[in-house]
Structure formats: structure tokens, C-alpha cells
Nanobody
Framework: QVQVVESGGGLVQAGGSLRLSCAAS????????MAWYREVLGKQRELVAA???????NYADSVKDRFTIARDNAKNTMYLQMNSLKSEDTAVYYC??????????????????WGQGTLVTVSS
């Protein structure tokens, strides 16, 4: 009922920049937290950055001062601006969206949806 689509990944040289987008659509009554995770081969998926409904943000220590997360509530879209990219930023980046969806006429259900992932490769 709710879908998210990531875009913006690709190949970039170290020191370069990329901008990831995550667009949510479907039966969305309200969006709460939105976050970016990344996954490297042989490692667990880790939180990169998150933004709550009140616009408060959290960043992993490894990306602070380099990445910026933002959301456009009117478009149900989240962005991740990645600057000064390093080879260790290479990973598949996943969008996670949580919120409320309408079920029937007067019921609400909490949801959490993952995107399909977008690959970011940083060369050195």
C-alpha cells in the first residue's frame, strides 16, 4: 500500500558529491520518521542519517559534517546530500519510511517500508 523509491546513486570519485532522493507514495495518512541506511558486503545494515516529523536529525559519526538529510513533507520526499565522499562510503543505500496508513474508513495502521536500494560507489 505504501512504496518508496530511491534514486541518485552512481559512481563518483573521492571528494565528489551525490544527492540521493527517496520518494514515498501510496496510502499515506502521515509520515513520521524517515531515514537512510547503508549496507556493505559482510556487514549489517547501519543507520546513516534520520529525520523525524519535527525535523530533528541524527547522523552517524562517520558522516557528520559531510552528509545532510532533509525532507519535503509536501512531496513526501527525503534527500541525502553527500559531500566529500570517501571510498568507505561505498555501499548500497536504503531508504526507510515510517508512518501511518488508513485502513477502512476509520482505522489507522503503523507501517515501516524499505526501498529497493541504490548503489553508491566511490572510487579513489
Amino acid at each position: 500500500q505504501v512504496q518508496v523509491v530511491e534514486s541518485g546513486g552512481g559512481l563518483v570519485q573521492a571528494g565528489g558529491s551525490l544527492r540521493l532522493s527517496c520518494a514515498a507514495s501510496g496510502n499515506i495518512l502521515r509520515l513520521n520518521s524517515m531515514a537512510w541506511y547503508r549496507e556493505v558486503l559482510g556487514k549489517q545494515r547501519e543507520l546513516v542519517a534520520a529525520v523525524d516529523s519535527d525535523a530533528s536529525t541524527n547522523y552517524a559519526d562517520s558522516v557528520k559534517d559531510r552528509f545532510t538529510i532533509a525532507r519535503d513533507n509536501a512531496k513526501n520526499t527525503m534527500y541525502l546530500q553527500m559531500n566529500s565522499l570517501k571510498s568507505e562510503d561505498t555501499a548500497v543505500y536504503y531508504c526507510n519510511v515510517r508512518g501511518w496508513t488508513q485502513v477502512g474508513d476509520n482505522q489507522q495502521r503503523n507501517f515501516a517500508v524499505w526501498g529497493q536500494g541504490t548503489l553508491v560507489t566511490v572510487s579513489s
